[in-house]
């Protein structure tokens, strides 16, 4: 038995393939340097291309999925007391199990704006706010973040957020998108594919790391504490967040796309230069310690570390970045979903029973 899983090929996918030992990413063909420079829209229609009927262009989708937003924005109203004492995920999930099961390019779109207006309207109403409507004519980064905030961003840090979308819209057979194609082998729809997704996302070990990484970034406090504090963290045992990966042995390459994002806000003025020169320090001592104490276990820089800087600098409280991450994987897990549905057979591993037999248990 190989335990997680590790070097056990599960799928044949024509989405995406990661290589650790070069790290490099493409999605359907296309690299990562590439990627990261095209628009949300555009990626979402070449990921779902050939897994819908009629998968239109880059604008038809956009303004598709931006009457999806207007379309799920009614689900807002059914947001009481309990859901809102919930973490935004925890919230965000709740109203995405509301939505029906199906397998149409509508409810891949619902399925797809469901987090990006769901999220701004739950942290605005914990906040004691209203939750703002979307605009459909805006681009899907834009509109987040003006539903988040009640006024437009500025370019850059929509960009900023396109990129990220980007980024992380499809990472091969990550644990979410693993789950999500168990679900989907089962003929069950995209609502449970997603929102099974959505909770394996959720851990520490995957999609939650962001928000701790701030918090190690305000423990940390000032640069030339960085040394002694990444010492003592795993003199107790603990991990550091945001770094190592179970198949990148290189650095994450989606760290330098979204390291490249976050110099252009602090070019721009939109983040703190301090706030960088922190989170180098912290990284720099935290890959020197990591590589003298695990030297046969490379463990580099993963997407959450520059994740946390971008997210915080936009203005997502980090007890949302799990949130905003679904946001753009939700694209990925359905064309999986799809390709499994499609495709695939009913997922069904079998396990090493290691318990009493019965004359042993008596
Ligand atoms: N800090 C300190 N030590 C680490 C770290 C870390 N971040 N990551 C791995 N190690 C150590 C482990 O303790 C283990 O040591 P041991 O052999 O002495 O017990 C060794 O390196 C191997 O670790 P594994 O748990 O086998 O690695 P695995 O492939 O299972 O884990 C994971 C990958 C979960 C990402 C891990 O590196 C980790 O916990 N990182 C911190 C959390 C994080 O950043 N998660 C986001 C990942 S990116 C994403 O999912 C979007």
Redesign the pocket.
């Known amino acids: 038995m190989k335990s ?1 899983l ?1 070097d056990v090929v599960a799928a044949e996918t024509v989405l995406s393939d990661v290589d650790g030992e070069r790290g490099q990413l493409i999605v359907r063909g296309v690299s990562l340097d590439e990627l990261r420079t095209r628009r949300f829209e555009d990626v979402v229609a070449m990921l779902f291309s050939g897994f819908f009927d009629d998968v239109p262009d880059g604008d038809g989708l956009a303004a598709a999925l931006g009457k999806a937003r207007q379309r799920v924005f009614a689900e807002v109203a059914a947001v009481d007391a309990g859901l809102l004492r919930l973490s935004p995920v925890e919230g965000m999930r709740a109203l995405m199990a509301r939505l029906p099961d199906g397998d149409d390019l509508d409810t891949a779109l619902d399925l797809l704006a469901a987090p990006a207006v769901f999220a701004p309207a739950l942290i605005r109403r914990q906040r004691g706010g209203q939750a703002m409507a979307p605009d459909p004519k805006l681009s899907h980064a834009a509109d987040v973040l003006r539903m988040l905030r009640g006024e437009a961003a500025r370019p850059v840090e929509a960009q900023a957020l396109n990129t990220y979308f980007v980024t992380v819209v499809d990472h091969g057979l ?1 644990a979410s998108t693993f789950a999500g194609r168990v679900v989907a082998s089962t003929q069950a729809g995209l609502t449970s594919a997603v929102v099974a997704a959505l909770s394996a996302l959720k851990g ?4 939650g ?1 962001p928000g701790p990484v701030l918090d190690m970034l305000d423990a940390v406090g000032r640069p030339e504490n960085a040394p002694a504090w990444i010492e003592a963290t ?1 003199d107790r045992g603990e ?8 198949v990148y042995r290189v650095r994450d390459p989606r760290a330098d796309a979204l390291k490249a994002a976050v110099a252009a806000m602090t070019a721009e003025g939109a983040i703190e230069p301090g706030r960088l020169r922190l989170a180098e320090a912290v990284e720099t001592a935290a890959l020197a310690a ?1 590589k003298r104490r ?1 030297p046969d ?1 490379p ?1 580099e820089t ?3 570390f520059y994740t946390a800087l971008l997210l915080e600098a936009l203005g997502f409280p980090r007890e949302a970045f799990t949130a905003v991450f679904s946001m753009g994987r939700t694209a990925g897990w359905i064309a999986h979903a799809r390709e499994q549905g499609l495709g695939g057979r009913l997922i069904r591993p079998q396990s090493l029973y290691v318990g009493p037999r019965p004359q042993q248990a008596a």
Request: no cysteine.
């Open positions: 997680g590790e990550n520490p070990l995957h999609g790391a795993l991990r550091l967040m945001g770094f190592g990966h179970r990591l695990k276990r463990l993963n997407v959450e």
